[in-house]
């Protein structure tokens, strides 16, 4: 199978990586200090999944170096180039290919279907780490679920439930953990209540997930950012896993944070390298369509508005 990674840093790294051991003809595209040191000495992976090094890969690290239409498109780009992406994309899928959003955030699915078609695009959900240590290096830090793969958001014309578990099965054959599930939009909102919660609070203030949900000032200005965002999912029609969002918070805190206590917030690390963060397919996208609605979210707008003050200051 002719396999493109569409944002080849750490998670695509990961996925490529493990593709292309399994014997998949597999394309990075990415950027030149990763790849250039991935064609001299292979990509090389560690951490909770075992050691492995990877070669004879095709490096692509401009659209003008991408040759042909691809059977699978993985997209692990930041939030805010995914529309950018997807026009490069365009050319690239033919009639039965898919793309597959694994991707941080909200409305990631809805910009790809906007331009490659909903019946070309599948979502996803991944809940595992991983960090570029130094180039051609990639470390596998965490795991707290499989990846999820399942259908976008409802429209007209949608991929197969069929051709969806094929890809499942395509990535359980590489030894990345990953499962279907038909409600795949409500587990999205909830990594999104998670991220929304940890990642602002730990870019502000430097801190781990564990360090906030160990501090009580945390916990409730946490706590108000979930209850806003549960709102807007309702209001979006969105089945979520929990009833209330005291039902989210009882997992939240003895489910989702503790084998992810010691992690550094990717916003964080955003900002620690002088880029900017996703906060607009999180709060951001949270308050804009909370707007739309006609709710009120006050602690997500001024979470955002934060984080963009600190983007200024830092970008």
Request: charge should be positive; charged fraction near 20%.
């Given at each position: 199978m002719r396999i493109l990674i569409a944002g080849a840093g750490a998670l695509g790294s990961v996925f490529g990586g493990f593709l292309r051991k399994a014997g998949h003809q597999v394309t990075l595209f990415g950027r030149v200090w990763h790849l250039d040191e991935i064609r001299e000495k292979g990509l090389r992976i560690e951490g909770i999944w075992g050691s492995h090094n990877v070669g004879n890969f095709i490096l692509a690290t401009s659209p003008d170096k991408l040759t042909e239409p691809y059977d699978l498109i993985l997209v692990t780009v930041k939030s805010y180039d995914t529309e950018t992406m997807a026009w490069k994309l365009a050319p690239f899928v033919k009639n039965g290919s898919l793309t597959v959003s694994l991707q941080n955030g909200l409305g990631n699915t809805e910009i790809l279907s906007s331009v490659l078609g909903a019946d070309n695009v599948v979502s996803g959900r991944v809940i595992f780490g991983a960090e570029i240590t130094?180039?051609?290096?990639?470390?596998?830090?965490?795991?707290?679920?499989?990846?999820?793969?399942?259908?976008?958001?409802?429209?007209?014309?949608?991929?197969?439930?069929?051709?969806?578990?094929?890809?499942?099965?395509?990535?359980?054959?590489?030894?990345?953990?990953?499962?279907?599930d038909e409600n795949i939009q409500g587990l999205i909102w909830a990594k999104a209540f998670y991220n929304c919660a940890l990642n602002p609070l730990g870019a502000l203030f430097g801190m781990n997930y564990g360090q906030l949900a160990d501090n009580q000032n945390a916990r409730l200005v946490m706590e108000?950012?979930?209850?806003?965002?549960?709102?807007?999912?309702?209001?979006?029609?969105?089945?979520?896993?929990?009833?209330?969002?005291?039902?989210?918070?009882?997992?939240?805190?003895?489910?989702?944070?503790?084998?992810?206590?010691?992690?550094?917030?990717?916003?964080l690390q955003d900002l620690e390298r002088g880029r900017l963060t996703e906060i607009d397919a999180l709060n951001g996208r949270i308050l804009s369509w909370a707007q739309e609605a006609g709710l009120s979210v006050p602690v997500n707008e001024t979470i955002t508005r934060l984080i963009k003050i600190k983007e200024k200051f830092t970008v």
């Open positions: 130094e180039p051609g290096l990639v470390n596998v830090t965490v795991i707290a679920d499989d990846v999820v793969l399942g259908p976008p958001v409802k429209g007209a014309k949608i991929p197969e439930p069929d051709k969806i578990t094929a890809i499942v099965g395509l990535l359980l054959g590489a030894g990345i953990p990953c499962r279907y108000q950012v979930v209850s806003e965002a549960f709102q807007v999912a309702l209001s979006r029609k969105i089945a979520l896993p929990w009833n209330s969002p005291e039902k989210f918070f009882k997992a939240f805190y003895e489910e989702m944070v503790p084998p992810t206590r010691n992690h550094r917030p990717s916003m």
